[in-house]
Structures are given as C-alpha cells and as structure tokens.
C-alpha cells in the first residue's frame, strides 16, 4: 500500500490523497478494471439484489450502468415503479421488463432488495418515505444520490430508520451525462456520503456502487453538505445564474447596436447569441474543461482585458448578495418547502418551456446554420466571460466561506457546469439543459434565473457603462481573483476530470 494512502472504510479500495490548491483530500479512483472488488464488496456484504427504484433524470442512466458493469457477477439489478407508471414502457424498451425479472412494482423491488436505489423524485420521496422506511429489508442499505430528503427530515425533526445503511452516491452531472459518458467508455465524478452505518459497511457499498456506475473518481461529503451545495448550485451557476446571465448579455448587445444607430436585423440577432450563449457555452466552457478558469482571463487580448476586468467586478459584488439569499433559503429549509409544496401544483399545472423567448429561438436558426454544433467562436468575449465568471467566483467565495470541501466546491461550481450542463446547452438549447435535470432543479432554475437577468440589467450593465474606465476598476477584486486558492486546486480536478469531452447524441 502507498505511504500516501489513506485507509476509507475496510481499505478494499485504493485511495489518493490529492492538494487542492493547499487543502489535501482523500479521493477513491475507479474504473472498470476493479469488477473484481465492487463484486466482492456486494457480496461479502449480501448485496444480491439492487433496486433502482423510479425513472426520473438519474435511475435510467444507472440502472444500465449498473447492468451493464456488473453483468456475469450474478447480482441482479431491478428496476422498480409504480404499477400505473408511464415510465414502464420506456424501461422495457431497453430489456428491463416482468419477462426477465428486472422490472417489477416498486414496493415489492424495495422490500426485496439489499441495495435500493432511491431514485423518485424529491417531491414523491416525502410523500413516501414513512411507507418506504417500514418496508426497508433488516440490515440493507438506502442509497440517494441527492440528499434532498435528508434536509426534509432534519427541517422536521425526523431520522431514517436506525436498522438499515443510509448512503448517498451523486455524479457530478445529470443522468443523460452519466449514462452518455459510460457509453463513451469513460465516466463521470462522483460524491459519496455516509449518513448512518448500521453494518459497518456503508462506506465500501457507496464506493462500490459509485465504482460500478463508472466514477472515474469518487470524492468524499456529507448528504448535508451535499444537498446543500447541490441545491444552492442548480439555483445558482449551474442553471438558474447562466440562463439569467445570458438572457441579459444578449439583450444587452442588441441594445448597443441600437444605441449606436444601428438596426437590429436576423443578422443582428444571430450575432448577439453567438456572442452570449454560444461563447459562454462554446469557447468559455472549453477553455474551462482543458484548464481552469484563469485561462479564459489570459486568453483575452490586452486591450480588452478591462472590459473583462470591469465587469467582473460589477457582476462579483451584484452576485455576492443574492448568492447569499440562495443560499440562506436554501440553507434554512424554505427552498426545500417550496419544493415540496409546488408537488401537488404541478400535477395540474406543469412547468412551461423557457425556451420560446427570442433569444433561444435566434438559437434554433444558429445551431441548424451548423455553428454551434460545428463551429467555435474564435475568440473569448471579454463581457460575457467577465460577467459569468463574476457570479461564479462570487459563488466559489461563499461556498468556501460555509465550510464545503474545496472538491465540493470545483464540481458544484465550474466542473460540473463546463463538463456536463453546459454542452447540452450549446448543443440543444436552454431548455433541453434545464429540463434534463430533476424537478428540484427545474423549479430552482426558473424561480431564479429571472433575478440574475434583473441583477445584470438593473446593477451589472449600468455600473459597467458609467465606469467603463481605468480608474474605475477594482484592483483589489482582480488581484484576489487573479491569486485566488481556487485555479491550483482547478488545475489538480481537471487531472481526475472524464477522460474525454461528452457527445450529446
């Protein structure tokens, strides 16, 4: 065993210690060469069955990875719904079917499982989980991968069963990402929680079954810290910022063109997405995923690094104090209630589409024109960088300041946005990202995504325009964000990223 190596539940699996920018962590690789121990883990542990149990954004992802990674081990996997569920069919369309075993009524998956996969959606896990808990086998495991209903229960005083494991495992991106990069032969990063070790295995089944859905590494946090940081980033950069973000970078360019006498035509229109969505989402992003953010700074041209360096400043100090208010609705529990309460709501009246503004319909035309999906932006746009990477660092600061591990913050903040969320918006739109996701994160992002709009039109934009000089910029600001602990321990993260970019179907 390697001096370095620090010992995580039996020490089955190989462990790393990894500096993130002067904070050490302990991280778990995995890869599929290590079949041979998640079996041995499974079954040394009397994991012969595991229940996936729904069919939202994450159970059909895992439910084929979990098939596909533990084929000839004799573990079954079983997929479990709702009898009156619409969702059966679309399982049976890719072999999960009464016929074979592995598709059956949910209540009766869970109670027969030594392994369930709690993958309904946060609004229907409350309304369960007292008739889940009493059906829960002696001894097995629960496993989430969102702590959603982990805050419920703290916000009312209540706690999971005591005579089961409860765990959590959570990629770094949503389901489509997980099953499309395992199909891809590589994978995604995964978080891994242990809220309660009945057996005194909990922490070897959580990594072996982040292992088996093909974590290329796994990354230890709390199901508190996790649903936290989760639900905060989804309402924050990950979703709800970078909707409102491009929204108003878009608007704003047309009304330049206007304010200089120009006429906004197709042309007009079509250059303005380019220069908003397509260049966030385009050269932006990538240059994130390769290394880090401070080379999208150095990647700008000289005489243009002001207009980045002035509306970084703008958008870091709008950010900071909406940022907080997220993060205390969401640390407080009244997100969490928001959620819960729109259950019922939505059953009569479902989520509109986001994508019918012109912004995202100027988009449609772009991407069947070939230049999003063939073509990148030849250069970084100072503003729309300087205005999205403001938020962002302000998001980095405040979860750093609450005590998230410096992993947790990389992922929640730029890897997953850049890795996983962002492609499908550059490649299908605003939309297809958002709607992808869970329903807690769709509700966050359309609840929010309209204040970060507001922040940038009616604080970001004007201050930009009045200080739009030298001395105008805040030296102080892009001092810090220029030295800032995050870009080192970007650069150690991005060395355990996918081993390749995703490719959307």
């Not at 986001?354 to 250069?379: F, H, L, Q, S, Y």
Request: net charge neutral; with cysteine.
């Amino acid at each position: 065993m390697d001096a370095n190596t620090v010992i995580i539940g039996s020490g089955i699996f190989p462990t790393r210690i990894v500096d993130l920018g002067g904070t050490e962590e302990v991280i778990v690789p995995g890869d599929r060469n290590k079949k041979y121990l998640v079996h041995r883990v499974f079954k040394d542990n009397g994991v012969k069955q595991i229940g996936v149990i729904g069919w939202g954004s994450q159970a059909p992802a895992q439910a084929q990875n979990l098939r596909d990674f533990l084929h000839g081990t004799g573990i079954k996997v079983v997929v479990g719904l709702r009898k009156e569920s619409k969702s059966a069919e679309a399982a049976r369309r890719i072999e999960f079917t009464e016929e074979n075993g592995t598709l059956g009524d949910m209540w009766e998956v869970i109670s027969s499982s030594d392994l369930v996969l709690l993958l309904i959606s946060d609004v229907a896990q409350v309304e369960n989980y007292k008739k889940i808990f009493s059906v829960l086998k002696y001894g097995s495991t629960l496993g989430f991968s969102h702590g959603f209903l982990s805050g419920y229960l703290e916000e009312i005083g209540e706690k999971f069963p005591y005579v089961v494991n409860v765990i959590g495992v959570c990629p770094k991106g949503m389901g489509l990402s997980v099953r499309r990069l395992y199909e891809q032969g590589s994978g995604i990063n995964c978080s891994f929680a242990v809220e309660q070790d009945f057996t005194g295995s909990a922490t070897d089944t959580a990594l072996a079954w982040a292992i088996a859905i093909g974590a290329p590494y796994v990354f230890k946090t709390t199901l508190g810290n996790e649903w936290r940081s989760d639900l905060f980033g989804e309402r924050a950069i990950l979703l709800g910022a970078i909707h409102g973000i491009v929204e108003a970078v878009y608007r704003f360019i047309l009304e330049e063109v206007v304010s200089v006498g120009m006429a906004i035509n197709n042309s007009q229109q079509e250059l303005a997405f380019v220069a908003s969505a397509e260049n966030l989402t385009g050269i932006i992003s990538d240059t994130m995923s390769r290394g880090g953010i401070l080379p999208v700074y150095k990647g700008i041209s000289i005489n243009q690094k002001r207009i980045f360096e002035t509306i970084y400043a703008h958008a870091y100090k709008a950010a900071t104090p909406l940022l907080r208010e997220i993060y205390d609705e969401v640390n407080s529990g009244r997100e969490i209630r928001s959620v819960v309460d729109a259950g019922n709501r939505l059953k009569k009246y479902p989520m509109p589409k986001i994508a019918d503004t012109e912004m995202w319909k100027v988009g449609e035309i772009v991407r069947m024109k070939g230049r999003t999906n063939n073509k990148k932006p030849e250069k970084i746009n100072p503003f729309t960088a300087g205005a999205y990477i403001g938020v962002m660092m302000a998001q980095i600061d405040l979860l750093i300041e609450k005590g998230h591990s410096i992993s947790e913050v990389c992922n929640e903040s730029v890897i997953e946005a850049v890795d996983s969320l962002n492609p499908f918006m550059r490649a299908k739109g605003i939309d297809y990202m958002v709607d992808n996701c869970s329903t807690t994160a769709r509700l966050g992002a359309r609840k929010w995504a309209p204040r970060f709009e507001y922040m940038c039109r009616q604080e970001v934009f004007p201050a930009y325009l009045t200080h739009l000089r030298p001395q105008a910029v805040d030296g102080e600001l892009i001092e810090a964000f220029k030295n800032h602990k995050i870009h080192n321990a970007l650069a150690t993260c991005l060395t355990l990223r996918p081993s390749i970019n995703i490719a959307i179907k």
